[in-house]
């Protein structure tokens, strides 16, 4: 298994992490995660980027950043958006950021094994793929449901206040 589906697995766990609840310590139950997100991707400072194909090798190298900038958005999710003691924005961040990280993850060492005429890794990383997704259509329902909601209470509201208008 190459360091990028060793990774998307690690987002796997993150992404159907549904965490557990906790005594805070106050006597309250706090949801907290129960997998460790996984660690910035490191490659070995010997490989040649120079090898491969350039828009690849950005991918590749655009990782980290990507990781970064999920921790930040899941940082923010937590300490701006939820709240305890279920922390449900937090949690939906966590799990949509790994989730595509996860994905980008597999979509690259597949282009780098067909690109390069690699041997396919003994792992065919379908049920990865699955997990994924699985992880993150079930936020994006979530989500959508959410704005439908939203937008029928709006619509109920507007009508409302118009109908008060009217009768002025």
Same mark, same amino acid.
């Given at each position: 298994?190459?360091?990028?589906?060793?990774?998307?697995?690690?987002?796997?766990?993150?992404?159907?992490?549904?965490?557990?609840?906790?005594?805070?310590?106050?006597? +309250?139950?706090? %949801?907290?995660? &129960?997998?460790?997100?996984?660690?910035?991707? !490191?490659?070995? *400072?010997?490989? $040649?980027? @120079?090898?491969?194909?350039?828009?690849?090798?950005?991918?590749?190298?655009?990782?980290?950043?990507?990781?970064?900038?999920?921790?930040?958005?899941?940082?923010?999710?937590?300490?701006?958006?939820?709240?305890?003691?279920?922390?449900?924005?937090?949690?939906?961040?966590?799990?949509?950021?790994?989730?595509?990280?996860?994905? +980008?993850?597999? %979509?690259?060492? &597949?282009?780098?094994?067909?690109?390069?005429? !690699?041997?396919? *890794?003994?792992? $065919?990383? @379908?049920?990865?793929?699955?997990?994924?997704?699985?992880?993150?259509?079930?936020?994006?329902?979530?989500?959508?449901?959410?704005?439908?909601?939203?937008?029928?209470?709006?619509?109920?509201?507007?009508?409302?206040?118009?109908?008060?208008?009217?009768?002025?």
């Amino acid at each position: 298994m190459c360091a990028l589906e060793a990774c998307a697995e690690d987002c796997a766990e993150v992404a159907e992490d549904s965490g557990e609840y906790i005594d805070s310590g106050s006597g +309250e139950l706090e %949801r907290e995660a &129960n997998v460790k997100a996984p660690e910035l991707i !490191l490659f070995a *400072s010997d490989i $040649d980027w @120079k090898l491969f194909d350039a828009n690849l090798a950005y991918r590749v190298l655009s990782l980290p950043a990507m990781m970064a900038k999920a921790k930040a958005n899941i940082a923010f999710s937590f300490d701006q958006l939820s709240s305890p003691p279920d922390w449900e924005a937090g949690f939906e961040a966590r799990i949509i950021e790994y989730s595509l990280i996860g994905l +980008e993850c597999i %979509r690259l060492s &597949n282009l780098i094994q067909l690109k390069y005429n !690699l041997s396919r *890794s003994v792992n $065919d990383n @379908k049920s990865t793929v699955e997990r994924l997704t699985r992880a993150r259509d079930k936020i994006k329902a979530i989500r959508q449901e959410a704005q439908e909601i939203n937008a029928a209470r709006g619509q109920r509201e507007f009508a409302s206040l118009s109908n008060q208008t009217q009768s002025k």
